[in-house]
């Protein structure tokens, strides 16, 4: 019996991105959803707009920090705006809104409300600048940095050894 408990919990962690998961959860259009969790026992209050990707990231929608204690687990809507993208790790807690156009770094904690067209990072989250300006800057360094035109699964060994080597001497480049 514990081999098959076991199995279900690998099953479980390999399988996050099931139609059953996000049956409730209200999906704008043009929503990737990688490898994450999406709190399935309360999708109804989780809300996710268009153009919105999440990446190994986890939404949560309830705290059952009080199950045991009160009896209830505490519970909260999460909204999630239009242009958000959501990186690897991040956590996202009940009763948060995250604003248009946001980008939420990688291994965020967010605890409240995100401002529309802004960029978080750290644990917990803050603002480092606006949406606007992260891209502006970007598009700076695009022009001045190394660019590569091939996606990263279709590169040979010998282009991603020549893109390593031309990225030892910058400080990051461009990938499509």
């Known amino acids: 019996m514990k081999v098959v ?6 099953k479980k962690m390999i399988c996050t991105e099931s139609e059953d998961q996000h049956s409730e959860v209200n999906m704008g259009t043009n929503v990737d959803i990688i490898n994450s969790y999406i709190d399935s026992g309360f999708g109804w209050l989780i809300t996710i707009g268009n153009n919105v990707t999440i990446t190994n990231a986890t939404i949560l929608a309830h705290d059952a920090s009080t ?3 009160l009896g209830y ?13 959501i990186g690897y790790g991040a956590i ?9 156009n946001v980008i939420i770094g990688a291994g965020c904690v967010v605890a409240k409300d995100i401002p529309e067209n802004s960029v978080v990072i750290g644990n917990p989250c803050h603002v480092l600048c606006s949406y606007d ?11 001045k940095g190394p660019v590569f035109h091939k996606a990263f699964s279709e590169k040979t060994k010998a282009e991603k050894q020549e893109e390593f080597d031309l990225l030892s001497t910058f400080s990051g480049g461009y990938d499509l």
């Open 92 to 100: 996202v807690l009940p009763n948060t809104r995250i604003g248009n």
């Open 67 to 69: 199950k045991k204690s």
């Open 133 to 143: 300006e992260y891209l502006t800057k970007n598009k700076e360094q695009l022009m």
């Open 73 to 85: 687990t505490k519970v909260g809507r999460v909204d999630i705006g239009d242009n958000v993208f």
């Open 5 to 10: 408990n076991f199995l279900r919990k690998v």
